[in-house]
């Protein structure tokens, strides 16, 4: 399976179509702080897309455009990707230091869009910073996501300065990678490709700055945990027809059907709105967008056997403000 699914991505836009007539798009505002002690981001991409498309996910073969940005930075494969999905595109300008914090504009994002990010690590082989489809904020409304380190998993981490072409063994040092400790002929670290997306485990270094096994510094460009604080502002007024707040209402009689061991059902009566109209219900599942439908189910199958899941649903007006969550929590039936 690769990202950015786009045969998926295809039939779940023409089937919204009708939908998305109705929606009113929002803009906003990201503002990303580099919160890692000595590594570098590369210019960042983020975009707001229908939830149906992924720049990236976990457990996955990485795509081609996937890989160009992990291994050298270079998001053009991925910004022609998204902008033929209709997704609308914000890109950084420029290598983000440790501690520094850019901003970027996302503008047009059609009611119901997911958030997406990456950045390359530098020094890495192919680790990147990343947000895989978070929820928006509603107009006037801000969110601070957590972007984590993930690793492309298309290069062997061997450790070593080289071109940052895809699929040449190396990573990219520019000036300001090789001025935070950087080292040279190293021997290279013994590894493989893993061949799919994952959490990058950190670098290992060591402390030779002429030799050794790795060009990284063990001292200095060890990281973990979080990589970015990703801040989200909906700059767009949440008021009614009447210039009052806008006020939707939570869903009715959330519930749910279990049908086998693989495939469940959830119900819900319809949500209200002082602003006239609900335009669409946002599905989450264990706090990951699944999609936005303007049904009043919503049916999945391909579910693990024996598992509890945790369903949400909100509604959506016309200028895409979202009601208060309803959740249900169901269990696949055992083998």
Known sequence: MKNLHLSLIASTLLASSALAGTAVASDFEISVTNITGSQYFTPLIAAGH?????????????????????????????????????????????????????????????????????GMLLPTNDGFAGIDSAALPAPGQTVTLFAR???????????????????VAGFPAPPPVLASGTGTGGQGVAAEAEGFVHIHAGVLGDLDPS????????????????????????????????????????????????????????????????SGVVAAYRVTRDGSAVGTF???????????????????????????????ATTVQLTTNAR
């Open 50 to 118: 229908d939830p149906s498309a992924r720049m990236f996910e976990l457990g996955t073969e990485s795509s081609a455009a996937l890989q160009a940005m992990a291994e050298g930075g270079d998001t053009a494969a991925l910004n022609v990707l998204l902008n033929s999905i209709g997704a609308s595109v914000a890109n950084g300008d420029g290598l983000v230091a440790p501690g520094q914090t850019v901003s970027l504009n996302l503008d047009d994002v059609s009611a119901g869009s997911v958030f997406s990010l990456t």
């Open 294 to 324: 303007d049904a009043l189910s919503f049916f999945e199958q391909g579910l693990e056997a024996n598992t509890t899941y945790e369903y949400a649903v909100s509604a959506l007006d016309a200028s895409g403000t979202a009601g208060e």
């Open 149 to 167: 380190s993930y690793d492309a998993g298309t290069e062997a981490n061997d450790e070593l300065v080289g071109s940052g072409a895809p699929g």
């Open 211 to 274: 030799g050794g096994a790795s060009d990284i510094n063990a001292a200095v460009h060890r990281f973990q945990g979080p990589v970015a604080r990703v801040v989200i502002t909906n700059t767009d007024a949440a008021t009614g027809d009447d210039g009052t707040q806008a006020n939707v209402s939570a869903v009715g009689s959330l519930s749910g059907e279990v049908y086998s061991s693989s495939a469940v059902e959830i119900f819900w009566d319809p949500a209200t709105s002082t």
